[in-house]
């Protein structure tokens, strides 16, 4: 199985990534595009972020309920998600096929599970195979848990515990993307921008940096405005909050980029950098 990252990586996308799309077919389609390219790169979570006062308190939920809805496993989704409208669409969102989502014939050490029962002494628990397991703890009920398969049993573990890439999660806050920041600290913040240094001029440093294990913030603007303008609005400076600025597509041959786009590209750029090893 794929291992989880030694560092661990937030994306920063603001709520107006969906006002450039009319339908809540397209935005679900959007939304699913982004919880796959965060998957693809084993994001540990995905931070929403209010980019102007304004913003769209509807997009924001949607955006937040399709992501947790594609990052839970196909098994529990029945169990965990209400019918509701902006779930409507939700059987387009991609198939994410992470570790924790695992088949029900598959030989896992560690699976997602719901809460079924509870008698204070054990709980009967959903984890995706035939039957419910017994799990030999008190757990609470409606809840979603991880198990891991020990001597036979299924016992209570954590996310943090399993080592393999184990899902995103889901961050919303109406707060300006700098007060975001100031309130979730990171080793290492990284702007996405067409005004940033191409990556190659960058490569030699980002690269050093991304060795030392830090905690990374990768940071993306919106389809109409950059980070240098939404950041404007709140009186705070790109320029003061990153350690690197970054042009992930120097050489773009559209118009613009969307943000969906962006944060595929610059992942991808991302874990280049962070695999290339350096000559001997």
């Given at each position: ?251 773009q041959g559209t118009a613009t980029i969307r943000t969906e786009e962006a944060v595929m590209i610059s992942l991808a750029a991302l874990s280049s950098i962070e695999s290339t090893q350096r000559p001997v």
């Amino acid at each position: 199985m794929i291992q989880k990252r030694k560092s661990p990586v937030t994306i920063f996308i603001p709520i107006s990534i969906l006002s450039d799309v009319p339908s809540l077919l397209e935005k679900t389609v959007k939304v699913g595009q982004i919880a796959r390219a965060a998957s693809i790169f084993r994001v540990d979570a995905i931070a929403i972020y209010r980019d102007m006062a304004a913003a769209n308190r509807e997009d924001a939920f949607l955006i937040r309920d399709l992501l947790t809805y594609a990052e839970t496993p196909q098994y529990l989704r029945r169990r965990i998600f209400p019918l509701s409208r902006n779930l409507k669409y939700a059987g387009l969102l991609p198939p994410l096929r992470t570790p924790h989502h695992p088949l029900e014939s598959s030989k896992s050490t560690y699976r997602e599970g719901f809460v079924l029962k509870s008698d204070g002494k054990s709980s009967l628990v959903d984890i995706g195979l035939r039957r419910p397991v017994e799990c030999p703890s008190p757990l609470p009920v409606n809840r979603r848990v991880t198990l891991k398969a020990v001597g036979g049993s299924w016992l209570p573990s954590s996310k943090e515990e399993v080592p393999y890439y184990w899902g995103y999660d889901v961050m919303l806050e109406f707060k300006g993307l700098a007060q975001f920041l100031s309130s979730h600290p990171y080793d290492l913040v990284v702007g996405t921008s067409r005004l940033g240094s191409p990556l190659a001029s960058v490569a030699a440093d980002l690269r050093r940096a991304l060795s030392e294990d830090n905690c990374i913030a990768l940071l993306f603007g919106s389809p109409a405005e950059g980070l240098h303008e939404i950041l404007g609005r709140e009186g705070a400076r790109i320029e003061d909050l990153a350690d690197f600025i970054v042009n992930t597509a120097p050489d773009q041959g559209t118009a613009t980029i969307r943000t969906e786009e962006a944060v595929m590209i610059s992942l991808a750029a991302l874990s280049s950098i962070e695999s290339t090893q350096r000559p001997v």
